[in-house]
């Protein structure tokens, strides 16, 4: 069972303030993989966690699992497909925020944990979203 975090979650985004394109598409990103994700039946913990190891997009629960999820978005399919775009130096700054969340948070260690990720291509009228459970290893 679901257990409530020991914290309240900081503000999922820069309210009141403005934001620049790029904060804007990918706020928006991370709203869009947020409803996926509880659509298919994870719970949501925190989005926006961070530190100085680095930063979380989204941080959900499903059944024992903690799941930390690195959300990536692309328009222009010329690049690619957004989760191709995660470089070897990436995954090990979100392995070391997970790591830094499971430690700070003692309720963490009755889960499991993995690390997803969410790539949505096209528009925002006719996103493509692909969820990749366990993209990578928590070692």
């Known amino acids: 069972m679901f257990k409530e975090p020991p ?4 503000p999922t985004h820069l309210e009141g303030k403005k934001q620049s394109p790029t904060q804007s598409k990918g706020h928006f990103a991370e709203t869009l ?6 659509k298919n039946g994870l719970k949501y913990i925190t989005r926006q966690f961070s ?6 997009d989204l941080i959900m629960q499903d059944i024992n699992e903690v799941v930390f999820v690195e959300v990536r978005s692309l ?3 010329q690049y690619g ?7 070897y130096g990436k ?3 979100i392995l070391r925020t997970a790591r830094y ?15 997803d990720v969410v790539s949505i291509s096209g ?5 493509k979203i692909t969820w990749i459970p366990n993209a990578f290893g928590v070692e």
């Open 91 to 93: 995954q090990r700054k």
């Open 123 to 127: 528009n925002q009228l006719n996103p």
């Open 101 to 115: 969340f499971l430690h700070c948070y003692p309720w963490t260690n009755e889960y499991s944990a993995r690390i």
């Open 7 to 10: 914290f309240s979650p900081k």
């Open 81 to 87: 497909e957004p989760f191709e775009t995660i470089t």
């Open 51 to 56: 530190c100085k190891m680095g930063e979380i």
């Open 75 to 77: 328009t222009n399919p």
């Open 33 to 38: 993989a947020l409803e996926y994700l509880q």
